[in-house]
DNA sequence: GTTACCAATATTGGCGCCAATTTAGGATAC
DNA sequence: GTATCCTAAATTGGCGCCAATATTGGTAAC
């Protein structure tokens, strides 16, 4: 075929395209507002019609694109009230398992939050977006973890995607990226000195970036 | 046809089918455990293959039935550990609120959630599971709402489908559903007192019912 | 009498076609 | 020259068929 393929699609083994066209949309490769035409989603990621409306239905039942009867479905235009609104839910879940965090917290769990950090710091420079979206992913996770609720890890990780449909091009600025990643090691270190309020001011602080800024 | 036919089927308009498996899920129907066959739920709400199988990925994307490749869907076994999480996540969520709700009470606001705690009392003698489960969500998302953050209101609904597997069933204690009618309108009581506290106190009691019971 | 194997049946799930609706472009009338 | 209507192309979305896989029942062997 003479038509370009997107990389994605020569992935090595056959991937979910809903997670593929989450991706994209995370990213900003396919930014707010843009209609996704069926045809065109089944040539970029090489898959079949069904596939493609499975996806589409799923996304927007998560809410991340809008479905027009007959018209179609288009990527989210981000609102500055749900990012508000979804901002305040997070800093709600967030600090309130804070104390169980740090009741929690063991040598082992603090250097593995260490090392998911660092590497966020070291996707910061070499990784791709999407490897520094999931670094930062990852490292959240784990923090969570601590607070032994699983399904408010779960819950949270769903939620951050909500309001994320033009977010993480927002992570423009060098300098609030070198600052989220300070914030990281300042959390832990408010972890290990057992300061669960200073980790709590941490958390809301980290998250209410200015213009609901990455996280 | 002689075959019996359910009559949610018989509805004035065509409804969503997702909307109706749910609810049959919801009021016990499709008790956990039930393998949802393609071809029974076909039959029982006289619709498609291509529905049937859009509201089982959609109710296997919420966690409401679990997906066996090649074997089929089925109702959610209640999970003790998942429900006692989900209800910590409710009282995390509605509890924070708490002091903004009373801020934004207003007597209009509290006319209407008088009239809904009493429509809720009303159904529990006349009306059915449905009506009565309907009832209570109502009165609860109508105090949600005086949160402020609308966003909230969708996900606490969202969430409080996720370990209603087996639930509503279990309202069956005469004695506990006229407590949660009674806390309801205690928590109206605290609401017009201007007592925050009281009320998230009250809230945090009427989620953890013993038991998860109801709301 | 019990167990293991095999065949028949039933169920899932992938895939493509066609009708319905919308949109865009062109031609005609004013 | 501009606005409106009509026709043609494109896109969405509903529907059914068929292959792949699991399950059940029967049969035969031990």
Redesign the interface.
């Known amino acids: 075929m003479s038509e370009v393929q997107s990389e994605t699609a020569a992935g090595p083994e056959e991937r979910d395209v809903t997670e593929l066209v989450l991706q994209d949309i995370l990213t900003g490769m396919l930014p707010a507002g843009t209609w996704l035409k069926q045809i065109d989603l089944e040539r970029r990621y090489d898959c079949t019609r069904p596939e493609v409306r499975?996806a589409l239905?799923?996304l927007s039942?998560?809410r991340l694109v809008a479905h027009v009867p007959n018209r179609g479905y288009h990527v989210y235009q981000p609102d500055d009230?749900?990012a508000k609104?979804?901002g305040?839910?997070r800093v709600?879940?967030e600090t309130?398992?804070a104390d169980m965090m740090v009741a929690n917290a063991t040598a082992d769990s603090i250097a593995t939050l260490r090392g998911l950090a660092k590497y966020f710091d070291e996707m910061t420079l070499t990784g791709t977006i999407l490897e520094h979206y999931e670094a930062n992913l990852a490292f959240h996770r784990e923090l969570l973890l601590l607070g032994g609720?699983?399904?408010?890890v779960d819950?949270v990780s769903e939620?951050r995607q909500?309001t994320s449909s033009a977010p993480v091009s927002q992570w423009r600025t060098r300098a609030r990226i070198e600052k989220s990643g300070r914030e990281h090691h300042m959390m832990i270190d408010a972890l290990e000195a057992g300061d669960a309020e200073e980790l709590k001011r941490l958390i809301a602080q980290h998250i209410r970036q200015p213009a609901d800024a990455p996280k």
């Open positions: 499975r239905d799923r039942q998560k009230r749900r609104e979804v305040d839910i709600i879940l309130a398992v609720n699983q399904e408010l819950l939620i909500r």
